[in-house]
């Protein structure tokens, strides 16, 4: 909603599509993140001439998915593994208009440094990892455990805000004042 809110959107309804977000056997982060968007965009009921609008993110370290923790053990396991290395944020989108769908996937290269015990465990207890790809948020605490990326700063939050605006215009939205 608040990278929405930087083209001066306000959704009229905020509807969670409920899909199986389990990754397919030896799916690929890019191509799994992309499947999730469009399946969540086709969840969403809507009539033909509603725009949805749906985004997934992946926390990707190589071939390896990372997604949501499901308790504070797993985000260790992941803040750990990720910790003093890159690794790849997905953020893909996907915009729906009746019958028609269009999506975008933008990779961005994210490098968290290696965290002290002192570090994991006070992020661990903020529950800031929960319901977050690879257990953490960029725009959250984690953002002192990130020294560099290269990339859409607004993906690794979990939206392209210019991508998006691109996908909204092409599906009729009038993203810009003027498009009225």
């Known amino acids: 909603m608040e990278l929405l809110g930087q083209l001066g959107i306000i959704p009229d309804a905020v509807l ?24 969540k965009a086709a969840a969403v009921a809507g009539g033909c001439d509603d725009i949805i609008l749906c985004a997934d993110t ?3 370290l190589g ?5 949501k923790p499901r308790d504070a053990g797993q ?3 992941f803040l750990l593994a990720l910790g003093g290395r890159r690794h790849t944020v997905i953020t893909a989108i996907a915009v729906r208009r009746g019958d028609k769908v269009w999506s975008r996937e933008v990779e961005s290269a994210v490098k968290m440094k290696r965290l002290s015990d002192n570090e994991l465990n006070a ?4 529950n800031d ?13 984690a953002a002192a455990f990130i020294p560099w990326i ?3 700063f607004s ?4 939206l392209p805000v210019a991508e998006t605006a691109a996908l909204l215009a092409t599906a009729g939205y009038p993203v810009w004042k003027g498009d009225l």
Not at 63 to 67: A, E, L, N, S, V
Not at 123 to 126: G, P
Not at 129 to 141: E, L, N, P, R, V
Not at 155 to 158: E, K, L, T
């Open 16 to 39: 969670p599509p409920d899909i199986n977000e389990d990754p397919h056997k030896g799916e690929l982060p890019r191509p799994y993140c992309a499947r999730i968007a469009r399946e």
């Open 58 to 60: 992946t926390v990707a």
């Open 63 to 67: 071939r390896r998915i990372m997604g």
């Open 75 to 77: 985000a260790a396991e």
């Open 123 to 126: 992020y661990l207890a903020s």
């Open 129 to 141: 990892w929960q319901g977050k790809a690879g257990g953490y948020a960029i725009q959250g605490m």
């Open 150 to 152: 290269s990339g859409s």
């Open 155 to 158: 993906a690794i939050m979990g």
